[in-house]
């Protein structure tokens, strides 16, 4: 669909005002005029949700959503975007200007690589941070380490860093590493979750990583929920608590909440899903089960859904579970990996969900990267693998 020129134009002209238009006036309703007048193909789109990966391949390209019923944008909020360095941003019309303002909230899919930090081989752990291409289906590459041999951390991704929270290394800690996505590098300590812990869930807003549930050194399974900010480096604070304290739990996010599913807790459900929300700190609720009980799980996130796949506790699953961010509801069976197993780690692209690593029988570690698709329910396929076959990696995605 086109956009209505014309009504843009007498529109922008009724702002100016015909009775006293200067020179200042005249630029500014010619430079509106070869604007609109070179974006008459413009696409689009019924939701920011919906915009395609801002990259190089679309830099320039004008997009709207879905147009009002007058065909005037003027008084009704800006609706064209532009895709500039890698996100898309408002194009906004006031009474003397064109102006490029705010950008579209950061997605927490990633459009470029995917990333699997530490883990844990036969038998040393490691520090390395694995990179593996969503535009191919390649294997990964060693890009960094982290700042110590550890394994079953929590993965975050902000825009431009991937968070390692909580690990082992022998032992439990409350560290919080960073390394940078614009670069190939090592990680450094930012700062420390409230509690030291390992097997907890990782999930990531546009402002905040977060760490929900897991495992102390020596106390029961741990409930917490803790956030720590992505525009500085600091220390982690107690926001809330999951319903239930347990370990070995995936974590999804979508824009507005954090998701913990699964986990091993010897009393309680194994197949709860948990909803916790990002705009204020507050405890979850819970508001969905798995299709079955399970621990040692990985989580993915598209837009609209969640995923928990993989797992345990008596036999190594391949399962993969979708539930809906839109309601809550409880999780359908929707494929299955390329092999079952537990301990993996979870990636997200923009249009496919990533297994990598993990354990397939109590004696094998597995260096397999499985990918299934968002847009169709069907099975994960082998697309490449980790440079050393690993347990309890945390992933990333940019």
Same mark, same amino acid.
């Given at each position: 669909?086109?956009? %209505? ?29 070869? &604007? ?24 320039? !390209? ?30 906004? &019309? ?8 705010? &950008? ?22 490691? *520090?390395?941070?694995? !990179? ?38 022998? &032992? ?34 546009? $402002? ?18 803790? !956030? ?19 370990? *070995?739990?995936?974590? /999804? ?29 507050? %405890? ?9 009980? #399970?621990?040692?799980?990985?989580? /993915? ?20 579970? !979708? ?18 197993? $537990? ?21 094998? #570690? ?23 076959? #690993? ?8």
């Amino acid at each position: 669909m086109a956009l %209505n020129i014309q009504k843009l134009l007498d529109a922008a002209t009724a702002k100016i005002g015909v009775a006293a238009v200067d020179a200042a006036d005249s630029a500014r309703l010619a430079s509106l005029t070869d &604007f609109l007048n070179n974006h008459r193909d413009t696409e689009t789109f019924s939701s920011l949700a919906d915009l395609p990966t801002a990259d190089s391949s679309n830099a320039g !390209k004008i997009i709207r959503l879905a147009a009002d019923s007058a065909g005037v944008y003027l008084d009704s909020g800006a609706v064209l975007y532009v895709s500039y360095r890698d996100q898309w941003k408002q194009v906004t &019309f006031t009474d003397s200007a064109v102006t490029v303002g705010q &950008f579209v909230p950061y997605k927490f899919q990633g459009s470029n690589f995917g990333y699997t930090s530490g883990g844990r081989q036969v038998p040393p752990y490691t *520090n390395i941070i694995d !990179k593996f291409p969503f535009s191919s289906d390649a294997n990964a590459s060693d890009v960094g380490n982290l700042t110590e041999n550890t394994y079953l951390g929590a993965g975050q991704s902000s825009e431009n860093n991937g968070y390692t929270s909580g690990r082992v290394t022998p &032992f439990v800690t409350d560290v919080i590493d960073k390394f940078p996505f614009a670069t190939d590098a090592n990680a450094t300590d930012v700062g420390d979750l409230t509690v030291a812990r390992r097997t907890s869930a990782g999930q990531s807003s546009t $402002e905040n990583g977060y760490t929900s549930g897991g495992s102390p050194e020596i106390s029961p399974n741990t409930n917490i929920i803790d !956030k720590f900010p992505f525009s500085s480096d600091a220390n982690a604070t107690d926001v809330g608590d999951l319903t239930q304290a347990r370990s *070995n739990v995936a974590g /999804q996010s979508s824009t507005e909440n954090g998701y913990t599913s699964g986990g091993n807790n010897p009393l309680g459900d194994r197949t709860i899903i948990d909803k916790f929300p990002f705009s204020a700190d507050a %405890n979850a609720t819970d508001v969905g089960d798995l299709t079955e009980g #399970r621990f040692d799980v990985a989580g /993915q996130s598209s837009t609209v859904s969640g995923y928990t796949s993989g797992g345990s506790p008596s036999s190594f699953l391949t399962v993969v579970d !979708k539930f809906p961010f839109a309601s809550d509801a409880n999780a359908s069976d929707v494929g299955d990996l390329s092999v079952g197993r $537990e301990e993996q780690a979870g990636q997200s692209s923009t249009t496919s969900g990533y297994n990598s690593g993990g354990q397939t029988d109590p004696s094998t #570690r597995t260096n397999i990267i499985d990918k299934f698709p968002f847009a169709s329910d069907a099975n994960a396929t082998d697309v490449g693998n980790l440079t050393v076959a #690993r347990i309890g990696g945390a992933g990333q995605q940019y």
